[in-house]
Structure formats: C-alpha cells, structure tokens
Nanobody, 124 residues
Framework: QVRLVESGGGLVQAGGSLRLSCAAS????????MGWFRQAPGKEREFVAA????????YYSDFVKGRFTISRENAKNMVYLQMNSLKPEDTAVYYC?????????????????WGQGTQVTVSS
C-alpha cells in the first residue's frame, strides 16, 4: 500500500511559478513510476508529467513541455512538479499517482495509487 499526499498548490498570477510536492509512504518508493495528472472543472482528468522508477525517463504532455519539470528524491520518498510560466488554463486540481508497472506514463490506468489532490488556481 502506498499513501500519497500532495502539497504546494495555491493561487498565483499568470506567468508565475509554483512547486508541487508529493510525499509517498512505503519502503519501495524507488520501484514506482510516478505521475502528475490534473482535472479542471467540467473536464476529464488529464496527464501532465511522469517519471519512471529510480529517476528514469521523464514524459510530459505537449501543453506543459518547456514549462513544467518533474523530479524525484527517492531517499525522501518525494516527487515534485516545478511549474513555471503558469497560464490561466493550468487551473485545476493536481493529483500525484504511483504505479509499479508504469511504462508509457500517460495513462491513468497504469497507476495504482492516487493522492487527494491539490488545487492550483492561475489568475489572469
């Protein structure tokens, strides 16, 4: 069982930055692929970024490439999402997810555990 707790969300002006954190429980954190997804009001949950286990390859959705960076600290059981140049359309609840067999990283079905989410609001 893995428990995920997100933090770092908030209100920011367009062009600003936020850093989301995800704290994971469990002894085998490094063996999990980790991802960030988001869900805006009235929309389906969508993939944002993923990093494979043990700091492997990273993947990004087209709409965040060059603006967001995913990283992990296995020694601390932490995953981060650095978000720069934020836009109003980035407003959503952001979710951290963990999966033992993450391959492509961009499908929600690859993930076994989810956090409760943290709200990010970008004002224009």
């Amino acid at each position: 069982q893995v428990r995920l707790v997100e933090s770092g969300g908030g209100l920011v002006q367009a062009g600003g930055s936020l850093r989301l954190s995800c704290a994971a429980s469990g002894r085998t954190f490094s063996s999990y692929g980790m991802g960030w997804f988001r869900q805006a009001p009235g929309k389906e949950r969508e993939f944002v970024a993923a990093i494979l286990r043990s700091g492997g390859p990273t993947y990004y959705s087209d709409f965040v490439k060059g603006r967001f960076t995913i990283s992990r600290e296995n020694a601390k059981n932490m995953v981060y999402l650095q978000m720069n140049s934020l836009k109003p359309e980035d407003t959503a609840v952001y979710y951290c997810a963990a999966g033992r067999w993450v391959v492509s990283g961009n499908r929600a079905a690859e993930y076994d555990y989810w956090g409760q989410g943290t709200q990010v609001t970008v004002s224009s």
